[in-house]
């Protein structure tokens, strides 16, 4: 039986890794868990899963000592945003395996995340690495060509450029496929969320940029792809659901019966593929340059994107200029030459208040 910690449980991830877990009570065990803003489900979560009432706490520094102190195979990061990098951190110190669904601690935290990792200690919650993963399993790593990355294309996939210059938070929030947070679902509406995984998908597999490719994919049933270099390409296939990635988070590299129902090939089904047009949605082609860069340049470019997008939903900026803000920020930045925790963190205050900067000329 393994003893789980959950960080942000009473986000998406959280509550479905713990419905997963209700699932399936001979596998698992709660002994920790962290929220942050729902304290009623919080403290709900652990009467259920008889978590001792010291195991339940608010907060990323609450978060942190919780996985310094508390005895877990597997910890759970589904914490939103780059708060989660000291959690990351901390697990990977006491080396528990880290089910990462913090992409932005990876992103942000670059060599000083990876480096303190132990070979197979991070396992990716994201949909698309979680696939990844899975399609690597079919060959060795000298064989792989290039992996590619799949994308819904968002609510406005093929939209021009002036189309959208009157995108409003409300449309940008309606999301064709999944059901996620403001800052996710948005940042899926500017492909920001993308240019992330690639980020991503660079650190977690070590494979350069220019072998990483994005397509279109609208169904958002092939979560991801992995082309081997004899030109044949592996796709991991399940409809759209997160329980699936989860649950694999909890169990690598083993899998439990019935988490998600699978394609039902008696019916007819088709599926579709298409590139995905870089000068309109700009995002991946910065996070190209800002990951080979690397540094505390995804730091500044993940910050500088929480703010835009607060700015944006509160109707400061157009939708364009998220991006616009975002580049200017990163072309201002002037990286640490040293990655400490310290030196992300810094860098991130620097960007947020150069972006909110640069926000309040713009309102």
């Given at each position: 039986m393994k003893k789980i910690i959950i960080l942000g449980s009473t986000g998406s991830i959280g509550t479905q890794a713990l419905e997963i877990i209700e699932a399936n009570p001979d596998k698992f065990k709660v002994v920790?868990?962290?929220?942050?803003?729902?304290?009623?489900?919080?403290?709900?979560?652990?009467?259920?899963?008889?978590?001792?009432?010291?195991?339940?706490?608010?907060?990323?520094?609450a978060a942190t000592e919780l996985v310094?102190?508390?005895?877990?195979?597997?910890?759970?990061?589904?914490?939103?945003?780059?708060?989660?990098?000291?959690?990351?951190?901390a697990t990977l110190r006491t080396g528990k395996r880290l089910a990462?669904?913090?992409?932005?601690?990876?992103?942000?935290?670059?060599?000083?995340?990876?480096?303190?990792?132990?070979p197979g200690q991070i396992v990716p919650v994201d949909s698309e690495h979680s696939a990844l993963a899975q399609?690597?399993?079919?060959?060795?790593?000298?064989?792989?060509?290039?992996?590619?990355l799949t994308a819904s294309g968002g609510p406005f996939r093929g939209f021009s450029s002036d189309q959208?210059?009157?995108?409003?938070?409300?449309?940008?929030?309606?999301?064709?496929?999944?059901?996620?947070?403001?800052?996710?679902?948005?940042?899926?509406?500017?492909?920001?969320?993308?240019?992330?995984?690639?980020?991503?998908?660079?650190?977690?597999?070590?494979?350069?940029?220019?072998r990483i490719d994005v397509t279109v994919h609208p169904q958002s049933v092939v979560h991801s792809m992995v082309?081997?270099?004899?030109?044949?390409?592996?796709?991991?296939?399940?409809?759209?659901?997160?329980?699936?990635?989860?649950?694999?988070?909890?169990t690598w590299p083993n899998r439990i019966d019935d988490v998600t129902p699978p394609v039902d090939f008696t019916k007819a089904h088709t599926w579709t593929f298409e590139p995905l047009d870089e000068e309109v949605?700009?995002?991946?082609?910065?996070?190209?340059?800002?990951?080979?860069?690397?540094?505390?340049?995804?730091?500044?470019?993940?910050?500088?994107?929480?703010?835009?997008?607060?700015?944006?939903?509160?109707?400061?900026?157009?939708?364009?200029?998220i991006l616009e803000i975002i580049e200017e920020v990163v072309g201002l930045h002037t990286p640490s030459a040293e990655m400490t925790l310290e030196s992300v963190l810094e860098a991130e205050l620097w960007a947020r208040e150069t972006a909110n900067q640069l926000i309040a000329q713009r309102s």
């Open positions: 920790g868990l962290a929220g942050n803003t729902n304290k009623d489900l919080l403290a709900a979560q652990g009467l259920k899963f008889s978590v001792p009432e010291k195991n339940v706490v608010v907060g990323a520094v310094e102190n508390i005895d877990a195979d597997v910890v759970i990061n589904g914490i939103t945003g780059s708060i989660g990098l000291a959690p990351t951190l990462l669904a913090n992409k932005e601690s990876l992103i942000v935290g670059g060599r000083l995340v990876t480096d303190a990792a132990a399609c690597l399993l079919a060959g060795d790593a000298k064989e792989v060509a290039k992996l590619i959208l210059k009157a995108a409003t938070p409300e449309q940008a929030l309606k999301h064709p496929t999944w059901t996620m947070g403001r800052v996710v679902t948005t940042n899926s509406a500017t492909m920001v969320n993308k240019g992330l995984e690639l980020i991503e998908a660079h650190l977690l597999f070590g494979i350069p940029f220019e082309s081997f270099i004899d030109g044949s390409i592996i796709a991991q296939c399940s409809p759209p659901d997160m329980k699936l990635p989860i649950a694999l988070g909890m949605f700009k995002a991946v082609k910065i996070a190209r340059q800002v990951g080979s860069a690397g540094l505390t340049f995804p730091a500044a470019y993940n910050a500088a994107n929480e703010q835009a997008v607060d700015a944006f939903h509160d109707r400061k900026i157009a939708f364009p200029e």
